[in-house]
């Protein structure tokens, strides 16, 4: 059965740095594109960063660019989310995620984790 295992959250002041990772289990994660989401307090889910097969391709949420960096280590089976100058705004439970896709403002998501829970505050 798939699985998804998120570590790495935890408190930080603005300006602060994480990493955080995901341990795939169930998929031939070589073989897929991977994303990592993440849902804010009271709002919906908001895709963040994606990487193609074999790293071809990265995308990022705009408000993250330059700040966040998604990588993954296909031996590994792990999916990771450097994130640096962290503000109050990316307080959120990050998710990795599988078939990401939204329609309008909804983002769905065929399989992820329970998440972790990033805070950044004073």
């Known amino acids: 059965e798939p699985q998804f295992v998120e570590s790495g959250g935890g408190s930080v002041q603005p300006g602060g740095s994480l990493r955080l990772s995901c341990a795939v289990y169930?998929?031939?994660?070589?073989?897929?594109?991977w994303s990592w989401v993440r849902q804010a307090p009271g709002k919906g889910l908001e895709w963040v960063a994606a990487i193609g097969v074999g790293e071809a391709w990265i995308y990022y949420l705009d408000s993250v660019k330059g700040r966040f960096t998604i990588s993954r280590d296909d031996v590994k089976k792990m999916l990771y989310l450097e994130m640096s100058s962290l503000d109050t705004e990316d307080t959120a439970v990050y998710y990795c995620?599988?078939?990401?896709?939204?329609?309008?403002?909804?983002?769905?998501?065929?399989?992820r984790g329970q998440g972790t829970q990033v805070t950044v505050s004073l």
């Open positions: 995620a599988k078939d990401v896709q939204k329609l309008g403002t909804v983002v769905t998501a065929s399989h």
């Open positions: 169930g998929f031939t994660f070589e073989s897929f594109e």
